[in-house]
């Protein structure tokens, strides 16, 4: 059982480009988000889905969206990229506890260096 | 405006010590709150969960407590050993459906465990 994956690992994109971060999970859980992590700045949420064919936005949802198709998969696109968005991005997925509780299961990361 | 904060310097810790992390929180009405661990270049795995009307949590070495008068959880880790080392971090829940629209994360504690 793989969990989650995320790809690319590493990435260094021109300002301007268009970039997509894979998300997969196997687990089959209803819920996704992506966070970017940054020094000093800690975790934030960008976007999330409770379910397939729904979406929300998170704390820092400007530049980036997302889409999901399906139970598995949910890519994050930064249309244009800016240096401001050179983070540690990762992707994850919840599974809900008994009473009502959410734990996230987190994926490896991808590094996204604009320049 | 909401705030986590968690203690932003490194804590040392000989071998063997308890080792206690704190998470204070303002202007938030968390359902739960949850531990999480961070080793560099990895994405944080859950650790422990703690609702509201519960005092104390314990799993295997690691113990929680959450005090909603206080605004305050504490991490402990008894018998510290140097594979302890990590980033710990705490996230909050809020409300009745437990995060499902994602967490809310502290910046995290370099807890570092001295042989």
């Known amino acids: 059982i793989a969990g989650i994956t995320q790809a690319p690992t590493s990435q260094i994109l021109a300002a301007g480009r268009r970039m997509t971060l894979r998300c997969t999970q196997d687990?089959?859980?209803?819920?996704m988000y992506w966070y970017r992590q940054d020094l000093g700045l800690g975790l934030r949420l960008i976007h999330y889905?409770?379910?397939?064919?729904?979406?929300g936005k998170g704390e820092v949802p400007d530049g980036y969206s997302v889409s999901r198709a399906n139970t598995d998969d949910f890519p994050l696109t930064l249309a244009s990229a800016v240096p401001s968005q050179t983070s540690v991005y990762f992707c994850a997925s919840s599974s809900q506890t008994s009473g009502g509780a959410v734990t996230q299961y987190f994926g490896p990361g991808t590094r996204l260096t604009v320049l | 405006s909401q705030k986590i904060e968690q203690n932003s310097e490194a804590l040392n810790i000989q071998e063997g010590k308890t080792a206690t992390l704190t998470c204070n929180y303002t202007n938030y009405s968390p359902a739960y709150l949850q531990w999480y661990r961070q080793d560099p270049g990895r994405g944080p795995v859950f650790l422990l969960l703690?609702?509201?009307?519960?005092k104390e949590k314990r799993k295997e070495r690691l113990k929680v407590t959450f005090d909603t008068t206080l605004k305050q959880s504490l991490f402990h880790i008894t018998a510290s050993q140097p594979a302890d080392s990590a980033t710990y971090l705490c996230?909050?829940?809020?409300?009745?459906?437990?995060?499902?629209?994602?967490?809310?994360f502290g910046k995290g504690t370099h807890l570092i465990i001295q042989p």
């Open positions: 687990m089959r859980h209803n819920a």
């Open positions: 996230a909050l829940g809020e409300g009745s459906g437990g995060g499902a629209d994602g967490l809310t």
């Open positions: 703690i609702r509201e009307n519960e």
């Open positions: 889905s409770n379910t397939a064919g729904t979406t």
